[in-house]
C-alpha cells in the first residue's frame, strides 16, 4: 500500500533553515509528482506547490516562492521541503501530498510534520 | 488564481440528521474536453492528515461509507453528509484542480 512517511516535528529559532522529508513507499516513486500543503495553528489547508519526481523540476505556489525549497532524493524515493530565514508565521504542521496520477486531488498524504518556529 | 468559497464557515447538525456544505468556485472549474468537473473534497480531523473523500465532484473515494456525496456541476458545488455520525465531527474542505490546486477555506460541522 502506498505510504508517506515524513519525519519528526521540529523547533527551530527564528532565522534558522528547516528540512522537512517525506519518503515514499508502495507505489514506483517517479511515477507520480509530490506536492506540498500547510497548515497553520487554527487555519485552512494552504497548496504550497509541487515537485516533479521526473525531472526535479519545482513550481511554488504564490506567496511560497524564495524561501521555500522543494528537493528530491530519488536513490531513496525522498522527497524534502527546506524553509531557510524562518519566521514566527511558519510554524504549521507540513504535509507532503500524492496526486492521482495525472491530477492533483490527493489520494494519498504523510502523517504531516510540525515545525514550531519561537525564540 | 480560482478562488474557493465555502459556506457556511461551520454548522451544528443533530446526530442522524443531513449536513450540507457548499463550495463556489471563481471560475469553471468544468474541463469540456472529458465533462469533469476537477472538485474534490477533504475530511480534517486534529492530528490526522486530510481524507480525500470526494473527487471529480460526485465520485466517492474507495471505502469512503455512503453517506458522503458530492454533487454540482461548473461552479457550484455540494457535500452532503447523511445520517450524521459521531466520527464525522470535522472541518471539511473543496479543493479545485482545474488550474494547479487551491482549497476553500473549510467547513466545521459539530454535533448539535
Known amino acids: 500500500q502506498v505510504q508517506l512517511v515524513q519525519s519528526g516535528s521540529e523547533l527551530k529559532k527564528p532565522g534558522a533553515s528547516v528540512k522537512v522529508s517525506c519518503k515514499a513507499s508502495?507505489?514506483?516513486?517517479?511515477?507520480?509528482?509530490m506536492h506540498w500543503v500547510r497548515q497553520a495553528p487554527g487555519q485552512g489547508l494552504e497548496w504550497m506547490g509541487w515537485i516533479s519526481i521526473k525531472s526535479g523540476n519545482p513550481t511554488y505556489a504564490r506567496g511560497f516562492t524564495g524561501r521555500f525549497v522543494f528537493s528530491l532524493d530519488t536513490s531513496i524515493n525522498t522527497a524534502y521541503l527546506q524553509i531557510n530565514s524562518l519566521k514566527a508565521d511558519d510554524t504549521a504542521t507540513y504535509y507532503c501530498?500524492?496526486?492521482?496520477?495525472?491530477?492533483?486531488?490527493?489520494?494519498?498524504w504523510g502523517q504531516g510534520t510540525l515545525v514550531t518556529v519561537s525564540s | 488564481d480560482i478562488v474557493m468559497t465555502q459556506s457556511p464557515d461551520s454548522l451544528t447538525v443533530s446526530l442522524g440528521e443531513r449536513a450540507t456544505i457548499n463550495c463556489k468556485s471563481s471560475q469553471n472549474v468544468l474541463y469540456r474536453s472529458n465533462n469533469k468537473n476537477y472538485l474534490a473534497w477533504y475530511q480534517k480531523k486534529p492530528g490526522q492528515p486530510p481524507r480525500l473523500l470526494i473527487y471529480w465532484a460526485s465520485t466517492r473515494e474507495s471505502g469512503v461509507p455512503d453517506r458522503f456525496s458530492g454533487s454540482g456541476s461548473g461552479t457550484d458545488f455540494t457535500l452532503t453528509i447523511n445520517n450524521l455520525q459521531p466520527e464525522d465531527v470535522a472541518v471539511y474542505y473543496c479543493?479545485?484542480?482545474?488550474?494547479?490546486?487551491?482549497f476553500g477555506q473549510g467547513t466545521k460541522v459539530e454535533i448539535k
Open positions: 479543493q479545485q484542480y482545474y488550474s494547479t490546486a487551491l
Open positions: 501530498a500524492r496526486p492521482a496520477r495525472g491530477y492533483s486531488y490527493f489520494d494519498s
Open positions: 508502495g507505489y514506483t516513486f517517479t511515477d507520480y509528482v
